[in-house]
């Protein structure tokens, strides 16, 4: 796949950063012309991925978060959220559906949303370390070259 | 205000608006307990028909309010959940706990 265009950036994991991140996305992926509901997909999917990192990866800390888009020929889009938190002590578990350490309000369903308005999530954690969740979704665009 | 609450009759109506995230909701969650407790609702009805956005912190804002209404002895009723939500919905196996009313219904309910 060729790269058509790409960015990178780095915030606090205080929550009321939540909506700036998946805003951002929204944004720069706009230049491909989504439709609202890819649009929609998208910044859901992000603000899942960026609320895990702030409730889970740094529970009882502020780290950096880090994300990057790439946009790629044929309007594929793969987004990167990366931690240096705590890490995932058990991957297949916490994508399971209703699994959740987050506490009452928490739904437990971040990874099943990822999953859902996306096409593809891919999550690789080591405990102490970090995790990273990639996502990628092609886009019916109504923009042939970016 | 991103939350309104409308109490009438011994039931409590707390309007949402804007967007739903981890961040936003714990704020709705605290002004809708506060004035559960303080009014003791028979119903509480959730209404989301100004939401612009959720993410699955709306999902858990709704089973947090269920479990505060079954501590209260009341329910919990869900009004008008946008379109572009309703997948969520349907992910998060709610809608078998029958909480979800169209808005029209809310009227009837009450007549």
């Known amino acids: ?146 | 205000m991103d939350v309104k609450i409308i109490t009438d009759h011994g039931e409590m109506t707390a309007k949402l608006y804007g967007e739903i995230d981890h961040h936003r909701a714990r704020e709705m969650r605290e002004m809708i307990d506060s004035a559960a407790e303080r009014n003791k609702p028979s119903i509480l009805y959730l209404d989301f028909g100004g939401v612009t956005f959720m993410d699955s912190s709306g999902i858990g804002l709704i089973m947090g309010r269920y479990r505060t209404m079954n501590l209260l002895g009341g329910e919990v009723r869900v009004l008008n959940i946008p379109k572009s939500m309703e997948r969520m919905v349907e992910l998060s196996g709610l809608s078998a706990l029958n909480l979800f009313a169209k808005g029209s219904e809310k009227n009837e309910v009450k007549k």
Do not use: W
């Not at chain 1, 998208?42 to 740094?58: D, G, P």
């Open chain 1, 1 to 146: 796949m060729k790269l058509k265009n790409e960015m990178s950036l780095t915030f606090e994991s205080r929550s009321s950063n939540e909506g700036f991140a998946r805003s951002a996305v929204a944004s720069f992926i706009s230049q491909l012309d989504p439709t609202i509901g890819e649009i929609t997909d998208i910044k859901t999917a992000v603000s899942e991925a960026v609320t895990n990192c702030i409730v889970h990866a740094y529970k009882e800390s502020v780290g950096q978060i880090y994300i990057n888009v790439k946009v790629y020929e044929g309007a594929v889009v793969v987004i990167k959220i990366k931690d240096k938190g705590c890490g995932i002590h058990d991957v297949k578990q916490a994508m399971e559906p209703l699994f959740t350490t987050g506490g009452e309000e928490r739904a437990g369903l971040g990874f099943a949303v990822m999953q859902s308005f996306t096409d593809k999530v891919k999550v690789i954690s080591k405990e102490g370390k970090g995790t990273t969740v990639t996502l990628e979704k092609r886009l019916m665009s109504r923009i042939k070259d970016v």
